[in-house]
């Protein structure tokens, strides 16, 4: 079974961190690649830096909208989606590296068994890594020539029981 087959809707935890910006961002992400729509909510950084705004993110793909409401004064931007959906998943031309192991073998359930797949899009690189159910672990973005974003995926929960979490605030009628 496909990456694609598994993941046609998900809700996650993503701790991001860039070689550029060195702090730790933690953002709760509603996915679902078969509407192609994306919420992202900025739960919080590690260390909150004073004025520092955070925001909700819905992108709708498909209508080809994105609304950004600031979480502290409640204002909604409404703009229009100029890029195209990018999957989450392994795309079609990706290279397969190998099988790993996360954690610890002699401990049970402290390790996880993983798939490594690399590619490259718009001349940069990207790695993902699956757990053998095809559940993303870590997605690794290279921009030339020095920088790297690396996104961890926990608490992942298959399926979005509840659909109106892509429906935009009132703020942004």
Not at 86 to 102: D, H, K, L
Not at 118 to 134: A, G, H, M
Request: net charge negative; with cysteine.
């Amino acid at each position: 079974m496909s990456f694609y087959d598994i993941l046609q809707s998900v809700m996650a935890m993503v701790a991001r961190g860039s070689s550029v910006k060195p702090e730790n961002e933690r953002v709760k992400i509603s996915y679902d690649e078969t509407n192609q729509r994306v919420r992202e909510i900025t739960n919080s950084p590690i260390i909150p830096q004073p004025g520092q705004k955070m925001y909700e993110v819905i992108y709708l793909h498909q209508t080809k909208k994105e609304y950004r409401i600031n979480l502290a004064t409640r204002k909604c931007n409404v703009s229009t989606i100029t890029r195209p959906f990018m999957s989450v998943g392994i795309p079609p031309n990706a290279t397969f590296n190998g099988f790993a192991s996360f954690g610890i073998h002699a401990i049970s359930g402290q390790s996880l068994d993983i798939q490594d797949w690399e590619t490259s899009v718009y001349d940069n690189r990207f790695s993902v890594v699956l757990t053998n159910d095809c559940v993303p672990v870590q997605y690794t973005h290279y921009i030339p020539p020095s920088s790297t974003i690396v996104s961890t995926y926990f608490d992942i929960n298959l399926g979005i029981n509840d659909e109106s979490v892509f429906t935009p605030p009132s703020e942004c009628n």
